[in-house]
């Protein structure tokens, strides 16, 4: 990847002429309209990233919109707790070795689950833990059935 971010557009044509000889992408900070790859402004909260671009209207705006979007999950216990509670149910599943196509049911069933969100938002992570395997168990051993209703993504 090439950046160009100098004022003088005219090096613009230099450069990807050299990059397309070298199988390079250009982001041209100078020239929004002619830039191959866009570089967003990158944020990031307790391993939540994400990225903003305004696609080269305003890097300000783009700073904002990141700085907001990295305020509201600071101050957004409940969704730091989900994760947390959520990457274990991750863990758990492939360490137990349950089977991608159900796991990938589960992690949207188990999540709508009315008592592990309520010990979300209680901040009670590990009893959030312990519910998660249960249920794993409880899908897996086919004592409970998936409500497909629940399911987000389609196989």
């Given amino acids: 990847l090439v950046t160009v971010a100098i004022p003088n557009l005219e090096v613009n044509d230099i450069v990807f002429e ?3 000889k070298h199988k390079t992408l250009v982001n041209l900070a100078n020239d929004a309209d ?4 866009v570089v967003p402004f990158e944020g990031e909260v307790e391993g939540i ?7 080269g209207k305003s890097g300000v705006v783009a700073r904002k919109v990141r700085d907001s979007f990295k305020k509201m999950l600071e101050e957004d216990d409940e969704t730091l ?26 992690y949207f069933v188990i999540a709508a689950n009315p008592e592990f969100r309520k010990l979300v938002r209680e901040e009670d992570i ?5 519910l ?7 899908y897996v051993s086919g004592k409970r059935k998936i409500d497909e209703s629940l399911v987000k993504i389609r196989f």
């Fill in 18 to 20: 050299v990059a397309k």
């Fill in 34 to 37: 002619r830039t191959e790859v």
């Fill in 49 to 55: 990233r994400f990225a903003v671009t305004t696609e």
């Fill in 81 to 106: 707790y989900f994760l947390k509670a959520m990457y274990h149910l991750k863990k758990y599943m492939k360490a137990n070795n349950v089977p991608v196509q159900l796991r990938m049911k589960l």
């Fill in 126 to 130: 590990e009893g959030a833990r312990k």
């Fill in 132 to 138: 998660a395997e249960e249920l794993v168990e409880d």
